[in-house]
């Protein structure tokens, strides 16, 4: 604990460093539920920092977005300023967003095929000015700047660009000296970003401790990132890039698969969906355009590449469609293989198991550490993220925050169960929503599980005195900002009301610092529409674990209302309350996914509760 920066260590804080350090120790894997309030983030570096640099191992910091490096960032200067430690951090996002060619349209793989035909065309002279058969003097100073302090990756695109270098290539050339990389999910659990990632800082597998933060994200993202599809859209470009480099027969090739999209359709209404075997599609192409699958699958990328040898084309919509026709033809378990008729024909490949991915990544490092405010039951995420349990200890810490700054309730009565759904459930709702706020002092966030859920109560609540602001489906980045800022104007006004949904961009990650919100409430459960990849889902896991609803339906509704749940206190001189409004919050199945520290209070009227905590 000899790099801890703050004077102090928190309560449940230092269980958790001595956890870590005995994991590292033994080579193990940690899952720890660790709550808002804890400071794991201070107490999962320092320890691990200090262990790499007495091992010569590195220390991979992976977060799910680009704004959550800013606090390892500022970790890694206090614990730099304290104890003068010699040791080199470097922060990278992914490459194209510091990137100084206008590229934020093109999706990462695209991004990758046109960084590639810069660099091998000789075309990009910030990475020209980088490397002249050799790292350049200029590029040389950069990196001697950026190894002396930890620096935010703005900065360090700032100082790169203002310098014309590639911030991108700097950064990887700081990261072959690191100690420590603060970088994205995607760098390391993107089979193919990873392995360039790696060689390009000459970083192997087993040298590396892992430490992933708000961990409760991985699974989605990983099989995000193992999915793909193809549309009729898509088809409908690639045609026209044929037919512009003169490919006349892949055109109407192209055409073809568009015909069989429809035929595989044919009999299905708007929003229906389908199951497709594997040969089924394989079969309708090879008879559609007589050629073997795996020849054709090569004419298609090589369509792809002529394309992206155009001057100024940063896109190959061919090219995209060769990846998903050789990820087609796989037959791997653990996939879900879906025909959806929306307002286009969509076919996609959907990945149910992000253990394939996964599994062998923490097979491979030598130890990692997995935290967040809500991974619970942490034995699910072991489950399917594929860890061994012999190697993994699991821990489940309490809140740091005192019991009296918190009040739970709990409110029966009320579900937005679908088959409950009505103007009389809706008024309910609203009269109870009405009376909280009327006892609140100031902020009161409103998280629901939908957006027709949110806009049904809105219009049954009356006689509030406080402004009301509402999150919207269309709202760019900007809108939410402004919304935020809206929030906290009227912090010391007598409070606002926010109304937004669970699983939104308000409800996760979004940090309302400084007691922002005096109080939560967490309508309903935001469930999953059964659809057939939710149900597949189900299928897999009770396939795998004999826990297929748990795992694949109620666990990760349960984690959506828990972070909204966990707006309201963000540090330990908080002072708050939430309340759960859903009679299935007491059911035994969802009690369950509770942390130990919650206590709730059960009843119908909330507000005489809420007024008292408040006095």
Known sequence: MSLFPFEEIRDGQREFMLNVENSLQKGKHLMAHAPTGLGKTAAVISPALEFSLENNKTVFFLTPKHTQHTIVIDTLKRI????????????????????????????????????????????????????????????????????????????????????????????????????????????????????????????????????????????????????????EFSLERAVREANFLGFETLADDFRDIAGILKELSRGMAKFDE????????????????????????????????????????????????????????????????????????????????????????????????LMSGTLIPVEMYMDVLGLEPERTELREYRSPFPKENRLLLLVPGVTTKFSERSDYMYGRYAKIISEIAAEVPGNLAVFFPSYQVMNSVREKMEGIAKSILIERQEMKKDDRIQLYNHLMNLAGKGGGILLGVQAGSLSEGLDYADNLLDAVIVVGLPLETPTLEIKSLIDYYDFRFERGWDYGYIYPAMNRALQAAGRCIRSETDKGVIVLMDERFNWKNYRKCFPKDFEFITTEMPEKYVKRFFQ
């Open 80 to 231: 730099q300023r304290r104890f003068r430690t010699g040791f080199v951090a470097v922060d990278i996002i992914g490459k194209q967003w510091t990137c100084p060619h206008k590229v934020r349209n093109l999706d990462s793989r695209e991004f990758n095929e046109f960084c590639r035909a810069m660099k091998r065309d000789e075309r990009c002279r910030y990475y020209n000015n980088v490397r002249k058969g050799r790292l350049s003097e200029k590029a040389k100073q950069v990196i001697a700047m950026i190894k002396k302090e930890p620096m935010h990756a703005e900065k360090v695109a700032k100082l790169c660009l203002d310098k014309e270098l590639c911030p991108y290539e700097i950064s990887t050339e700081v990261g072959k000296e690191a100690n420590i990389i603060v970088c994205d999910y995607l760098h390391i659990f993107s089979p193919g970003v990873r392995k360039a990632f790696l060689a390009r800082m000459n970083k192997s597998l087993d040298n590396l401790i892992l430490i992933v933060d708000e961990a409760h994200n991985l699974p989605g993202r990983v099989r995000n990132l193992l999915s793909n599809n193809l549309t």
């Open 274 to 369: 389908r199951l497709v075997e594997r040969e089924e599609f394989i079969n309708a192409l090879t008879n559609r355009i007589g050629m073997d699958y795996e020849g054709f699958v090569e004419s298609v990328n090589d369509l792809g590449e002529e394309v992206l040898n155009i001057p100024n084309r940063h896109r190959s919509y061919s090219k995209a469609i060769g990846r998903f026709l050789r990820s087609w033809a796989k037959d791997e378990r653990g996939y879900a293989r879906i025909l959806r008729k929306e307002m286009v024909t969509v076919l996609s490949r959907s990945c149910l198991d992000p253990s394939l991915s996964s599994r062998d990544i923490f097979k491979g490092v030598y130890a990692s550490v």
